[in-house]
C-alpha cells in the first residue's frame, strides 16, 4: 500500500468513528485481524467483538465527535494521537465493568498504531486514556 492508500484508510476509519458507523469501521478490518486495546483483558480478532467495543463507545457518548491531531505514516503502518469530545449520557462499558451514565463532558485523548495489507487493518492497536476520562467523569481521583 501507498502512504496515500494508509493515509485514505486512517481517514475512512475516523470518519466511519466521528459518524458513528459500527458497520462502517468493522468492514475495514482484514479477515484475519487482531486489535488489542489497553480496556480489554484480550485481543479481539472477531468482527462481533469489534462491533460490541465500537458501540459500546457510541452508547457511552452518544455525541462523541473525534479528530486526529498527530499523524505519522510509513510504508506499511500509521500512527495517530486523537482528542475526543462527548457526554456521557449512556451507560460506559469498560474492563468488564458497566458504569451508569455520569452526564458530563468530557475531552479525551488516545493513540493508535495500525499496520495494513491489500487496503485493509491487519494488527490495531489502541490506547485510550481511560484514566484521565475517569477522571474527568469523577469516577476517580487525580493521582497525589
Not at 5 to 26: K, S, Y
Not at 55 to 79: E, G, K, L, S, Y
Not at 130 to 140: E, I, V
Request: charged share 25%.
Amino acid at each position: 500500500m501507498s502512504r496515500e492508500d494508509l493515509e485514505r484508510l486512517n481517514d475512512e476509519g475516523i470518519g466511519a468513528w466521528d459518524r458513528h458507523d459500527t458497520d462502517g469501521f468493522v468492514k475495514l478490518l482484514a479477515d484475519d485481524f487482531v486489535w488489542i486495546d489497553d480496556t480489554t483483558p484480550e485481543p479481539m480478532r472477531t468482527r462481533d467483538a469489534a462491533r460490541a467495543y465500537t458501540q459500546a463507545w457510541f452508547t457511552a457518548f452518544p455525541d462523541m465527535h473525534i479528530r486526529t491531531t498527530n499523524t505519522v505514516c510509513t510504508d506499511d503502518q500509521i500512527a495517530c494521537e486523537l482528542e475526543f469530545t462527548g457526554t456521557n449520557t449512556g451507560t460506559l462499558a469498560m474492563g468488564g465493568m458497566e458504569i451508569p451514565p455520569t452526564g458530563k463532558s468530557v475531552t479525551s485523548r488516545g493513540t493508535y498504531f495500525m499496520k495494513c495489507e491489500n487496503g485493509k487493518i491487519t494488527e490495531f492497536h489502541t490506547h485510550p486514556d481511560a484514566a484521565g476520562m475517569m477522571m474527568q467523569l469523577g469516577l476517580m481521583g487525580a493521582p497525589a
